[in-house]
């Protein structure tokens, strides 16, 4: 139920978000409009034998669901992007039952442009999963300057640094709260409606011995109207996550691939 009520919350924010150039008066051409790109995607695999099946297959049931979602208003002198990535899967064989992916990430930035590379921001960021809902989960606010170094329909890639706070709670290690710093770079590349790429990198430093590294990489293809193949390769470590944690040892790393059903991939 929880699962549930988190996703049936986040896709009402979403909605609203969506809907929100309505307050803003849409009638006036002049007035900057929200763009909006997003995908939900759902995968699912499953083989079945008999008690009798003498091969060597065997029961295993997976899927996957995805929920990957956009929203910037770009006026004369602001930017405000928000983004939000909800990810969930399981694995069912004879004698396991594992969870294959979960995540539910939210970010939101908002840059003012006092000239073309001097762009004060201030941002928002927390980072969770449905597994043992909210626990832990990290939040991250920040400001300082952001660098657009591409921006045209084809690709975009921006570097954003600046001081940050972060407020970790977990029933493991505690409830942490730190001072540092934040690094992050996005990149987007698209191509003719049927090829996307997106990677996000996100470091956070306290000039000591807490370091968070979060690197995430997605490739969609289109295949077809309604299917979309997915790769995916997340690279994470967390000194706050499990105690004693160590640069490299500790580093954590997932590689996926899925192909399903999808809706409203792209503008």
Known sequence: MKKLGALLFCLFISAAVLNAEDIFGTSNNDLPQWKKSGIFSLAYNQTAVSDNWTGTEAFIRAWMARFDLSVERNGEKTNWITT????????DTTDLHAVSLDMIEFNT????????YLQPYASFYFLTQHNKFWDPITYIESAGFNFTLLDSPLNSLRVRTGAALRQVDSTITGNE???????????????????????DFRLFDTFSDKQMIF?????????????????????????????????????????????????????
């Open 177 to 199: 709260r730190e001072v540092g710093a934040e690094a992050v770079i996005n990149y987007a590349f698209m191509f003719q409606n049927s090829l996307r790429f997106t990677s």
């Open 215 to 267: 690197w995430d990489n997605k490739l969609f293809l289109k295949t077809g109207p309604w299917f979309t193949t997915t790769f995916g390769y997340m690279m994470y470590f967390d000194s706050s996550r499990i105690p004693r944690h160590h640069w490299p040892d500790d580093v954590e790393t997932m590689f996926y691939i899925s192909l399903g059903v999808s809706f409203n991939m792209f503008n």
């Open 84 to 91: 939000f990535r909800e990810a969930y899967g399981e694995t």
């Open 109 to 116: 930035v908002w840059i003012y442009r006092i000239y073309k």
